[in-house]
């Protein structure tokens, strides 16, 4: 962590000049254990924060000009831009993502009154399903509030994350990632019912197994997946369905009442997104309920379930990360493997016993690189708190 703090801080006084009143931040990524594709439908998620994340150096200036480095985009250079310049609209680089934030905290009400410099270095794999993004959205906000005063709680910081993808980023995600961010605490998970905002915390008793993450190196980018598609479909079925059963939400429904139901939504591929999002919202339940009980087998079989129906349902998965968890399911000392995030490419996320740690890394990347083409990268990660200052 201070190794970290040091380089930051170096590399800072080297792009602007010195590191005087420059503080360092840290918000986490995250990595989402069940209910997938139900922050949108008003069901329950079950993610945490991870110890991997994004370092930030920021400092305020004397004027309006907000000035971005990233050591993870050092070919782009100091990219300069302006209070005044805060549009929301579509542009290609990173800085969309703190430009979003700033833009959204005025939005609300608490303008940023001076310019920036800011650097960041992120240790998760950008685009790869551990929310790169949403680390970047909520460690914005954490500045903003550090340096200006502002008085906004993390659930906020959160909210306002989410508002400012949805509206400057034209991604119409969730609450999921940005509140596992902001609301991350250590060796808990975090059971959000999305529907409400109510949540608890749900420690990570692993007895003898960790959580692997596997990455498949098939970039996506939320905008040009089918993630806005998904949730169009989603909606669609809801209104259907709500011609005949008083719910706000997909998450209002159990399993029974869906099936009754189902035939009135009309379209086959309407209904089987709709199920997968009924279905994940009840196997995420039961799933906190096992794990709660100790039992790491059903949570496992759980987590199997839902990958398969994103696959086959909700199809958000595709030839790398089927197989992904495919090979992992092969590895003895597996308890369950599945995609984690928007899907379309991105990680799976794998619980596996300690001594199986090393085989499955050797296994699946060997026979993943072999159908695949190109390599996985495999990270075995921790579960930690939310946003800080180093
Ligand atoms: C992305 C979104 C989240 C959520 C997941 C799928 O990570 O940002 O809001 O919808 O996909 O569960």
Not at 27 to 37: D, K, S, T, Y
Not at 229 to 234: G, H, I, L, S, V
Not at 294 to 316: C, I, K, Q, W
Request: proline residues 2%; contains cysteine.
């Amino acid at each position: 962590m201070s190794d970290m703090k040091t380089i930051v801080l170096n590399k800072f006084a080297k792009v602007f000049g010195d590191c005087e009143g420059a503080k360092v931040y840290f918000a986490p990524g995250r990595v989402n254990l069940i209910g997938e594709h139900t922050d949108y439908n008003g069901g329950h998620v079950f993610p945490c924060a991870l110890t991997i994340g994004t370092y930030a150096v920021a400092r305020k200036r004397e004027d309006n000009k907000l000035r971005f480095f990233s050591m993870n985009f050092e070919q782009l250079g100091v990219i300069e831009s302006s209070l005044d310049d805060l549009k929301p609209y579509k542009e290609a680089d990173w800085t969309n993502y703190p430009k979003g934030v700033i833009w959204a905290f005025g939005e609300k009400g608490m303008k940023v009154p001076q310019g920036m410099d800011i650097l960041l270095n992120g240790n998760i794999p950008n685009g790869s399903g551990l929310s790169s993004s949403a680390s970047v959205e909520v460690l914005t906000g954490y500045i903003l509030k550090d340096l200006f005063g502002f008085e906004v709680s993390n659930q906020k910081l959160a909210l306002i994350g989410q508002f400012s993808e949805n509206k400057f980023n034209g991604v119409n995600c969730g609450i999921m990632d940005q509140f596992a961010i902001a609301m991350g605490k250590a060796d808990n998970a975090i059971f959000l019912d999305t529907a409400n905002l109510e949540f608890t915390y749900a420690p990570i008793k692993l007895e003898g197994a960790k959580i692997v993450i596997s990455c498949s190196n098939k970039k996506r980018g939320l905008g040009d997946s089918k993630y806005n598609e998904r949730r169009k479909e989603c909606e669609d079925a809801l209104a259907s369905l709500q011609t005949v059963v008083d719910i706000k939400s997909l998450g209002e429904l159990d399993e029974e009442t869906f099936e009754k139901h189902a035939a009135v939504i009309g379209d086959e591929v309407k209904i089987r997104r709709a199920r997968h999002a009924v279905y994940e919202n009840q196997r995420t339940v039961k799933a906190v309920a096992a794990l709660n009980a100790n039992d790491v087998t059903l949570f496992g079989e759980l987590m199997n379930a839902s990958h398969d129906s994103l696959r086959d349902d909700y199809e958000v998965t595709g030839i790398e990360l089927d197989t992904l968890v495919d090979e992992a399911r092969k590895v003895p000392g597996v308890i369950g493997s599945r995609m984690t995030g928007a899907g379309f490419g991105g990680c799976t996320v794998s619980l596996v016993k300690d001594e199986a740690i090393d085989s499955f890394i050797a296994q699946v990347g060997e026979n993943y690189e072999k159908k695949i083409g190109y390599a996985a990268d495999f990270y075995v990660v921790s579960v930690g708190d939310g946003p800080c200052i180093l």
